[in-house]
């Protein structure tokens, strides 16, 4: 498995912009920025990028874009009102609901036999395991991506974290999301 450990000066933004791609697990620290909006005006051609190829109107790329930041600052236990970005208009379509599976996972609570789990690691998963609990109890600002080919662990590590982080309660903290793309998945059960 590939580990690609990345120091991020602006954590928030950097997650907004990876939204709608590839990633299966996101670890992002609590950010205290001032200049939100400044931010948004600087990297929205590149986060909105991605929906100007399927989407005309620009008025929809930006709320695709709010939307997704919605989500994340939500799964985080904030309101994206709080950042001073352009109104959401919000939508009742179920249909836009990307991120309801990880809402979902957010639910599952756990049991001893799950955290048995943790213990069939091998070295390698068990060290990117470590790592990553390692930055979150210890509130170090951090973004990891678990990327690989096929059939090389991401979804087993996922799977022992979505397991474990209920029984340590560190969803509780706000630097801790678990994030994945269910649109590209196939095999969206755990
Ligand atoms: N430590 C382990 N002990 C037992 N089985 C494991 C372990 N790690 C991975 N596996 C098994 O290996 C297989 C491939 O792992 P997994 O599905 O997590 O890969 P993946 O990288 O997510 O693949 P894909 O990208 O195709 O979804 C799965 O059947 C998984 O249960």
């Known amino acids: 498995m590939q580990h690609l450990l990345m120091d991020h000066p602006h954590p928030l933004v950097d997650a907004c912009m990876i939204v709608g791609r590839y990633v299966n697990v996101l670890t992002m620290h609590d950010c205290e920025f001032t200049n ?74 756990y049991d001893e036999e799950d955290l048995k789990l943790i213990e069939t690691l091998n070295a390698e998963q068990s060290y990117g395991f470590n790592e990553i609990l390692a930055h979150v109890v210890n509130k170090k600002g951090k973004v990891f991506f678990v990327d690989g080919p096929g059939g090389t662990s991401k979804t087993y590590i996922r799977h022992c974290w979505l397991r474990f982080v209920p029984s340590a309660k560190l969803l509780l903290q706000p630097q801790l999301m678990v994030l994945q793309r269910p649109a590209r998945r196939s095999n969206n059960s755990l």
């Open 36 to 109: 939100i909006r400044g931010l948004w005006n600087k990297h929205f051609d590149a986060m909105a990028e991605d929906y100007h190829r399927t989407h005309a109107s620009d008025a929809s790329v930006l709320q695709l874009e709010l939307k997704d930041i919605a989500n994340i600052v939500k799964s985080m236990g904030k309101d994206i009102n709080n950042y001073s970005l352009p109104e959401l208009h919000e939508s009742d379509d179920p249909s836009q609901d990307y991120y309801r599976e990880l809402t979902e996972e957010r639910k599952i609570g």
